[in-house]
Nanobody, 116 residues
């Protein structure tokens, strides 16, 4: 099983930056695709970005050019660098990892608030 813990959320002004981290622990061979999702108040959870073990990335159109996803396979850690943030980026951000034969694990979420 994999346990995921997010950190780095908080209150940031529009136009600012924030870096989220996701640390994985537990008994597993290796993590495959990892990703960040977010859920804004009153809205459904949506994909933000994903990264494969080999480093291939994919982004939602709404964050392309502003957010950067990265990972360190040796440390089982993933990050989301958020730049030029907007009020509409306000949401709970969740870390996700796929491992083993298609097993899925989610973190508990970290709140990001973009407001002046």
């Amino acid at each position: 099983q994999v346990q995921l813990v997010e950190s780095g959320g908080g209150l940031v002004q529009p136009g600012g930056s924030l870096r989220l981290s996701c640390a994985a622990s537990g008994s597993f061979v290796r993590l495959n695709v990892m990703g960040w999702h977010r859920q804004a108040p009153g809205k459904q959870r949506e994909l933000v970005a994903t990264i494969t073990r080999g480093g291939n990335t994919n982004y939602a159109d709404s964050v392309k050019g502003r957010f950067t996803i990265s990972r360190d396979n040796a440390k089982n850690t993933m990050w989301l660098q958020m730049n030029s943030v907007k009020p509409e980026d306000t949401a709970v951000y969740y870390c996700n990892a796929v491992y083993g034969l298609g097993l899925n694990s989610w973190g508990q979420g970290t709140m990001v608030t973009i407001s002046s």
